[in-house]
């Protein structure tokens, strides 16, 4: 398949820089005997997974059908760890996890019968302080419902424990904000974890960021488990899969009202909802800080603020022509809509060797479906 011949909008992942986050991956497990394991709310596409598995662990999951996705197309070891679970979706998880993960003792306490003998059992704590940019996604944050604080834990629980999760970080990319992480769980909960198997620290560590030293917190994660005696896991989704793919999007339109609005064939609200949601404008390959001409890079949904972001070209923009989305994987693929019917992206890996590999793709009968199977009669 030709690059240059797929029809607009896409995805495409690209090998190469995958395996470049995989390799530093791997380099932080072997120095620290950290295992990993994939967020799966993070990045789901299972068509890549043969590329991911010989680098990490496992999978996480934050819902009952990611924890059936993780155990048949990754395999290793299945974490399976949920908000709110209901009786059914213990039932249902419960013979296929290698690890369940309650978020409250009231879950714990409810369900815990139906997983003893099956799966490793772990708690998910919440440590009070945190590492995040934003409120919206910070764990530690006022009244938080995710997990259980020191100040409420009822230490007879940790009798019938196996682990403990605790996730509180959103791209860290400071090694020693996250040590200072560390030190607080150790003061707070040290007495407790010296009698686990198991502690996960969770996700948001974004230890492939350029410059991201790793060595410091190879050695930190070492120490952690040596200090406590237990296997430590870490639940990255962002750091894998960062920088890896673009959504590519041609100019279909160009419109001016004040300033001038390159309208493309896709759209945030549909197709990148993290710029909606955190207000975070994408990246476009074929910018240039000091180009002079410049666009509102605007969705073809009718939302009226619906814009990718504001950027400058060197040259005036054309109808017909492609744009890449930078960094279009995390949070992303795994919130495509439908919203305004428009067409969805499809989903292509451009391999090492330069060969473009067909993922998915979707057509109108995906829309209807999506919408309603049968009619009232
Ligand atoms: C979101 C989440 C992760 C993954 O976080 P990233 O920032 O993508 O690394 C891991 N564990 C839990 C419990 C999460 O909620």
Redesign the pocket.
Known sequence: MQKSGLKTPYFIIDESKLVANLEKAKYLKDISGVKLVL?L??FSTWGVFDLIKPYLDGT?S?GPYEVKLGHETFGGETHA?SVGYSEDDVREVADICDKMIFNSQSQLAAYRHIVEGKASIGL?LNPGVSYAGQDLAN?ARQFSRLGVQADQINPAVFDSLNGV?F?M???NKSVTAFKGLLDSISLQFGKYLDELEWVSL????FFTWPDYDIDTLGLALKEFAERHGVQLYL?????IITKTTDLVVTVVDIVENGKKTAIVDSATEAHRLDTLIYNEPASVLEASESGSHDYVIGSCSCLAGDQFCEASFDEPLNIGQKLHLLDSA??TMVKLNWFNGLKMPSIYCERSNGEVQMLNEFGYEDFKRSLSQWSVK
């Open positions: 967020a709310k993070c996480t934050s760890y998910r764990p999760m996730h970080n959103c791209e969770g996700g948001g560590v639940e990255p989704g962002e750091a995390g949070y």
